[in-house]
Structure formats: structure tokens, C-alpha cells
């Protein structure tokens, strides 16, 4: 199933976007409806163009066919994990500059590590802090290093709390 959210061309509660700030081409890929449609809203309502896929399979061909700059990912997916998407996605030479985001409920310092190895750039835990999402959409501007053949990639801790903290390469 896919679904192309319409961006909001004006929205009087819309966070306007930082200047330098440009609207991004967003794919959303998780089993949960309701959450992915959610965080489309939010994004849609912030200027950018989110498209959603509910399972591996679709998420990999919307990618293939959409070239999104970024990509929040569920880890938990029905037909494959979100480490084999982003393993692929990393695969795919047109998405070399996608930034890759873990949006997971797995949150121990081994799912960081595997989100780490897999390619993804950040890991951020459910329920999703709003302003950290944003401040990944933001670097998202910064051109993506490639990825070398090590996985022993330093990571930082962006946000405190050790609930919805978000861990990035």
C-alpha cells in the first residue's frame, strides 16, 4: 500500500521552516497506519512532501522510484526488518545522500549498534520528539559522508532523556 501525502501549501499553525531550510522529499515506512499517517501530517504541515509505505517491499520500490532525502524507517516490519531496508537502501547508488532514520520502539544500545551497522544515520525512539525530528530534517541538508567499511562508527547522544533519546553517526 502507498500513499503520497500533498504538501500544505499554507497552513496558519505551520512551523515555518528555519531560513536556509528547504522542503524535503520524506518516505515513512511503518506497519502502524495510524502513526505513519500521523507523521506525515506533521511533516506535511512543516512544507515537505512525505510518502508512505507499511511494509519492506513497497518502502524499497517507493525509494527506487521517489529518491527521498530521507527515510524514517520502522525496524519492526512484517515482511522484513528495517535493517535489511536499510542494508538495501545503502545498496542503491541513486540513494547514496538519503539520510536513513531508525523510528523504532527498540531502544538498547545493541539496536543502536545494529541500526549503526545497517546505514541508518540516526536512531530515534516511539513516541517520536517533534523538535529532534526536525532537527534531523535540518541536517539533512549537510551532504551525507559514504559509508566506509567499518562499522565501528563513533556515535553522539543529541537528546538527554534516556527514553526518546536520538543517537547519530
Do not use: W, Y
Not at 59 to 70: F, I, S
Not at 123 to 143: F, G, N, S
Amino acid at each position: 500500500m502507498e500513499r503520497l501525502a500533498a504538501a500544505r501549501t499554507s497552513n496558519p499553525g505551520a512551523t515555518p521552516p528555519a531560513p536556509g531550510d528547504v522542503p524535503k522529499r520524506v518516505l515513512i515506512v511503518d506497519d502502524n497506519a495510524d502513526g505513519a499517517e500521523m507523521l506525515a501530517a506533521v511533516l506535511n504541515v512543516d512544507g515537505h512532501q512525505a510518502l508512505i509505505a507499511h511494509d519492506g517491499r513497497t518502502a524499497l520500490q517507493l525509494a527506487a522510484e521517489h529518491l527521498p532525502d530521507v527515510v524514517f524507517l520502522d525496524i519492526g516490519l512484517p515482511d522484513m526488518d528495517g535493517f535489511e531496508v536499510a542494508r538495501r537502501l545503502r545498496g542503491e547508488p541513486r540513494l547514496a545522500g538519503a539520510r536513513l532514520v531508525a523510528l523504532t520502539g527498540f531502544g538498547q544500545e545493541e539496536d543502536r549498534r545494529q541500526s549503526m551497522a545497517a546505514g541508518f544515520d540516526h536512531h530515534m525512539l516511539k513516541p517520536v520528539d517533534i523538535k529532534a525530528l526536525r532537527e534531523v530534517l535540518r541536517i539533512a541538508l549537510v551532504p551525507r559522508e559514504p559509508m566506509s567499511g567499518t562499522s565501528s562508527v563513533p556515535t553522539t547522544t543529541t537528546r538527554p532523556s534516556p527514553r526518546n533519546r536520538c543517537t547519530t553517526r
